[in-house]
């Protein structure tokens, strides 16, 4: 199921990556793309005590609210196993990185900051909502991603105007000065 080749990371973190591939896929089924991961796993750099999982999914169609809470539940039983810092999930559809914008639309974020209120039921899981990382993030993919499930990465991700990318990297940077 896994296209981890490229991925150096222990036999632990593969192996949990390629169950959350396949419970993704099931959850899914044929409204996936792709399941990406991006981040210090891509770079080569995790470290399972201070990183977290970065992935990126595609998805053909917007989802339904029972997909998405089935997805977080799901997510939530990863993050037991997952080192400390747990998955940073975002699905996005095809037609958003077609007809790319800043701040990107997303389906679903997760992340363990959120854990809390997918538990209580507190995520609008209806509202159109955005993401200034996201252009980021699709870039990160798209020029050092591991593709974990389907397509390839680059006949999915488009390359994302310079930009919005500098832009989400400032809004990034701009954000983490305030903490």
């Not at 747990?86 to 389906?107: A, N």
């Amino acid at each position: 199921m896994c296209c981890m080749d490229a991925l150096r990371a222990p036999q632990h973190i593969r192996d949990l990556l390629n169950r959350l591939g396949e419970r993704l896929h099931q959850l899914l089924g044929e409204n996936l793309t792709g399941i990406y991961l991006h981040g210090s796993l891509a770079f080569g750099c995790f470290h399972p005590d201070s990183s977290d999982i970065d992935i990126l999914i595609v998805v053909h169609d917007r989802l339904e609210v029972a997909t998405k809470r089935r997805i977080a539940r799901a997510l939530i039983a990863f993050a037991r196993d997952a080192p400390k810092k747990g998955p940073e999930l975002s699905i996005v559809t095809q037609g958003s990185l077609r007809e790319f914008r800043y701040p990107t639309p997303f389906e679903f974020h997760f992340s363990n900051l959120w854990i809390d209120r997918y538990v209580a039921e507190e995520v609008d899981l209806v509202e159109e909502r955005t993401d200034p990382d996201l252009a980021a993030h699709l870039t990160v993919v798209r020029e050092r991603g591991i593709r974990l499930v389907g397509a390839p990465i680059e006949g999915v991700i488009p390359p994302i105007p310079r930009e919005a990318y500098l832009r989400s990297i400032a809004n990034d940077c701009q954000r983490r000065g305030r903490r």
